[in-house]
């Protein structure tokens, strides 16, 4: 076990500057996902902690030590690749123990670890295959192997399951929330999917353009999106989003986009409010509520049902607000709704800087 | 209906005038490699009296192994009359370093140029591709002079050397490509398994070349056992090549002209990328078209 602490990281890859002055911490036994859509950075923040890049500037600390300029067989981490990355001539025993061989470790204690690996993951039964031989959930789970005997102090996944069926995903997804669950060892783990970061993060690191937009739990990166980006890149169906003006009568302040008129009593500013201050507002689908004594009405265009829930979409105003209706109501398109929002869950975002109020 | 498809049932039957034309076309075209080694097979096995008769698409009336015999042990290549036995040897004692050396080296320089990319490695292997468009003879006499100062000219390790410097181009980028089509994540996989530059390429990318490495096997043999220029120059009297003895047998000219035996030479001197070729054509085929889809 080791934490990870990266001070004013700036990496290029050609001419292109990737992460601009980063900082980030991860603590000891932490499940730290980096989320964000492709080309933000993530996957070479991760191959800088892993070596793979050269650093331009600022440091990277593993387990205490300087490792910035370390060799990545020496940083004491373990990898999982997307494309699993096994090497195709050797069984999957001898992919498990490559680097341990390398090492010169005494064949018993390879043989070990790579048991209790194989016993782990269930690998028992493919020691002898080759990957060729394999489909590609156990390839992953043999790439995760070929990590774990490694008994690294951190363990770095890129993207490990963005190559796997949707039930593969979910199953190995729940296997390797166990496996950190088991181990405790630090884990650093690449994603552009919401779900695998909702799912197995103990934070959540959202990353656009080489830089950090936030740092914090799975609950509080979805219910407090520090800004427009964070907020419409979590959550499916997204956010809803309305644009309007900020009104301010004795003391009580109100989101107006006219019709909508909503009581922001709820809301925890940050900064006090000023009146006609040009704002967005964001909405979770499921704090829409239809009931028929809703203030608000529209008219629903759009019925998606989901099994367990169904996604009705209103049109209310030529803005289209979707709500994650559960319960064995049928709605149908067409029909007129009433409904409410709960203002004291929303966001609400500055129109210039797209930052939260 | 059913007369119908009785019709067209035996119009299937007969070729169609396309197809035909494929056929004809195909058939002159074997033929126009066929028939030459048809006759230098039917002259090697024919006595000399046989040949003078003219007929030379005619089967041997009297069937004799002699003319090989003397090809390979007897026929006179200059002053010495031993044959292209020699040269065989000598051809063999060329080619396998002469394809060992060029491959291990290209597919080290390919790993290198695809994984590692040391600063210049473009602008290095533009200039090394820049060395494939160079005639030989251009090099000929700086490199005779190199070699003499370094005392290797007219010696086996000089010719090796020679064959090794003229296929790096070649055997680099076979192996660039090849490794090309390789997932970088594969090789960072290694580097973090802490696998270093000779390990990962020993252990790691050689076993999984085998394909790309018969294809290079295969130019390389046919090649180096094909030439003739470089023997010549370099190789010193010792270590003249097939090709060169063949050339001295067929080209000595005391009395009559042996036909018989420089066909049957000439079959022998051929005789091993030949073999290679029916071996490997399969392999051939199939590496190509993997080195080829990428990069």
Known sequence: MANVSIRNLSVSLGDNEIINNLDLDVTEGEFLVLLGPSGCGKSTLLHSIAGLNEVADGTIEIGGQDMTWADPSQRNIGMVFQSYALYPTMTVERNMSFALRIKGMPAAEIEHRVRQAAEILHLEPLLKRKPSQLSGGQCQRVAIGRALVREAGVFLFDEPLSNLDAKLRTELRRELKLLHKRLRSTMIYVTHDQVDAMTLANRIVVMRNGCILQIGAPSEVYEKPENLFVAGFLGTPGMNFINGKLAVTAGTTAFVAMPLNLDLSGYAFRQPPTAGRAVTLGIRPEHIRIVPQGSLQGVICLVEPMGNHQIVWIDCCGNMISSIVHGVIEYRPDQPVRFDIDGSKASLFDQAGEQRL | ?295
């Open chain 2, 1 to 295: 209906m059913s007369h119908s498809t009785a019709a067209t049932l035996r119009i299937r039957k007969l070729p169609s005038p396309a197809r035909i034309g494929v056929y004809a076309f195909l058939i002159s075209a074997a033929a126009f490699f066929v028939l030459p080694l048809y006759i230098m097979l039917v002259t090697s096995v024919k006595s000399m009296e046989e040949i003078q008769l003219g007929n030379i698409f005619a089967l041997p009336i009297s069937f004799t192994i002699e003319p090989w015999r003397a090809a390979w042990s007897s026929a006179c290549t200059g002053v010495a009359c031993e044959g292209i036995r020699g040269g065989f040897l000598n051809s063999l004692a060329i080619t396998i370093p002469s394809t060992i050396l060029p491959i291990l080296f290209g597919a080290l320089n390919g790993y290198a140029l695809s994984f590692w990319r040391p600063r210049g490695a473009n602008l290095l292997f533009a200039v090394l591709m820049m060395g494939a468009f160079i005639p030989v003879q251009v090099m000929m006499f700086p490199l005779v002079r190199i070699l003499a100062m370094l005392g290797l000219f007219s010696s086996l390790p000089g010719i090796v050397l020679v064959h090794l410097v003229f296929s790096m181009p070649v055997m680099t980028l076979l192996f660039r490509n090849y490794y090309a089509s390789i997932p970088q994540e594969l090789f960072k996989a290694a580097r973090i398994d802490g696998g270093g530059f000779l390990r990962i390429f020993f252990q790691l990318m050689l076993p999984m070349s085998v394909p790309i490495i018969i294809v290079a096997t295969i130019m390389q043999v046919t090649g180096v056992w094909n030439d003739y220029i470089l023997g010549l120059v370099f190789a010193g009297r010792d270590n003249l090549p097939m090709t060169v003895q063949l050339n001295n047998v067929i080209n000595t000219t005391t009395g009559v002209r042996l036909y018989n035996v420089n066909m049957a030479a000439t079959i022998l001197t051929s005789l091993a990328p030949l073999t290679i070729y029916f071996i490997s054509g399969r392999w051939f085929v199939r590496g190509i078209a993997a080195g080829a889809v990428k990069g």
